[in-house]
C-alpha cells in the first residue's frame, strides 16, 4: 500500500546532511533490477560491525543540501523510483519535508531503514526493513563500551517493526551468515505482531565481496527452501564490487 500525509512544500530553508545521491541498478529486495536514484543520507544510531557504508554511519560526512536541491538532482535521472537510505534515515532532520516532496513529484518511495525510528506517517511505497540480529554488535575495541550499549539497546525495535508493518507496504531483510542468525530472525518475526507471509522475510547473505556471498548462499538456498522465505543476493556487488555510488 501507499502511505501519504497531508502534502507539504519542501521549500529551500531545511538542510540535510547527504554523503551521496546516485543513479544506479537496485541490487537487493524485491525490486532488484530497477534503475533508481539513491539518496543517501549521513548518519546512524547504530554501529553495526559489518556495515558497508562506514562513511555514513561510523564516520559520517557529506555535504549539506536543501531538500530543494536534492530534489533537483533526483529531477535529472529518468526514473520514478527512489530509494532512500543511509546510514539510517529516519533519523535525518528535514525526512519528513524530502518525502513530502518526493511524493508531489509523483516518484516511488522505498526507504531502507534498520525499523529503529517509527514511521510517524511519511510518505513510503515500499519500506525495505532490516532488523539488525546479534551479528552486526561491534566490539568494545572497535566501537568503544557506550556505543556497545547503545548499539545493543536499539537494534531490534519489534514495536516500531509493528508500526512500519501494519502501515506500509515492507520487506524485512535480514543479514545471515549461521543457522544461528535465522533462528534469530524468524523468532524476532514473530514478535512483530502482524502475519507476515514467508516471501516477505528476506535472507541475505553478509559480506562485502562476491566470493564471500557465494560461500554462504549455499545455507540460505537450503533455508529458504526449507521455509519459504526469500533469497535476497546482493547483486550490486557482483555487478559493481563494494563501491560508492553503485
Same mark, same amino acid.
Given at each position: ?26 541490487? /537487493? ?12 543520507? *549521513? ?10 557504508? !562506514? ?40 525526512? !519528513? ?30 519500506? *525495505? ?36 508493518? *501494519? ?18 530472525? /524468524? ?9 507476515? !507471509?514467508? /516471501? ?32 535476497? !543476493? ?13
Amino acid at each position: 500500500m501507499t502511505h501519504d500525509c497531508a502534502e507539504g512544500d519542501p521549500g529551500d530553508s531545511q538542510h540535510m546532511l547527504i554523503s551521496e545521491i546516485f543513479y544506479s541498478i537496485q541490487g /537487493e529486495g524485491s525490486l532488484a533490477g530497477t534503475p533508481s536514484v539513491f539518496i543517501r543520507t *549521513s548518519g546512524c544510531n547504530l554501529r553495526c560491525t559489518w556495515c558497508d557504508t !562506514p562513511y555514513a554511519s561510523w564516520n559520517p560526512t557529506g555535504t549539506e543540501m536543501t531538500v530543494e536541491a536534492i530534489l533537483q538532482e533526483v529531477a535529472l535521472h529518468p526514473t520514478r523510483f527512489v530509494v532512500v537510505t543511509g546510514g539510517e534515515p529516519m533519523i535525518a532532520k528535514g525526512m !519528513p519535508e524530502l518525502l513530502a516532496g518526493l511524493r508531489n513529484a509523483g516518484r516511488h518511495i522505498t526507504i531502507e531503514t534498520a525499523g529503529t525510528v517509527p514511521p510517524n506517517g511519511v510518505n513510503c511505497d515500499l519500506a *525495505s526493513l532490516s532488523p539488525k540480529l546479534a551479528n552486526s554488535t561491534p566490539t568494545a575495541a572497535d566501537a568503544g563500551e557506550a556505543w556497545v550499549k547503545r548499539h545493543e539497546s536499539t537494534r531490534l525495535q519489534p514495536d516500531v517493526l509493528t508500526a512500519w508493518c *501494519s502501515g506500509y507496504d515492507y520487506q524485512l531483510k535480514f543479514v545471515i551468515s549461521s543457522e544461528a542468525d535465522v533462528q534469530a530472525a /524468524e523468532a524476532l518475526v514473530s514478535q512483530i505482531g502482524v502475519a507476515v !507471509p514467508p /516471501e516477505k522475510v528476506l535472507f541475505m547473505p553478509e559480506g562485502v565481496d562476491a566470493e564471500t556471498l557465494r560461500s554462504r548462499t549455499g545455507l540460505l538456498i537450503d533455508v529458504c527452501k526449507r521455509t519459504g522465505h526469500r533469497l535476497a !543476493p546482493r547483486l550490486h556487488i557482483d555487478w559493481f564490487g563494494n563501491k560508492r555510488g553503485t
